[in-house]
């Protein structure tokens, strides 16, 4: 019998969802509520995210953000979320994510794609 308890480490200083790269709408926008609402996260083990400053720009425009630090232990030691403030991830959009205020600056991309369009 394989054991499954999961005792490895990802090898990552960070992860966030979405995460970086292209992802379907289908994935922030489900049946049951939208991670615009429950909010972007960013998670790290390593990285302290206290304090973290996040900003989001798409097609030059910055995005307006708000950022809430969650409990550590839940996944990983350190993680905050944050919920787009008059906008909402559209399709055919690219979103860079900048978090500052840390020790280690964080930086992504995260391409919003409709997998329903043929």
Not at 56 to 62: D, K, L
Not at 72 to 87: E, I
Request: proline share 7%; hydrophobic share 35%; with cysteine.
């Amino acid at each position: 019998m394989q054991n499954l308890r999961g005792t490895g480490r990802a090898g990552k200083p960070w992860m966030a969802w979405p995460p970086q790269g292209i992802v379907p709408i289908q994935a922030i926008v489900a049946r049951r509520g939208s991670l615009d609402t429950t909010g972007w996260t960013v998670q790290s083990d390593t990285i302290n995210l206290a304090g973290a400053s996040v900003t989001v720009t798409s097609g030059g425009a910055a995005r307006a953000v708000t950022v809430t630090q969650l409990m550590g232990g839940y996944g990983s030691r350190y993680a905050f979320r944050f919920n787009p403030q008059g906008w909402q991830s559209t399709a055919g959009e690219t979103y860079s994510v900048s978090v500052t205020g840390i020790p280690t600056p964080i930086s992504y991309q995260v391409t919003v794609v409709d997998c329903a369009t043929p």
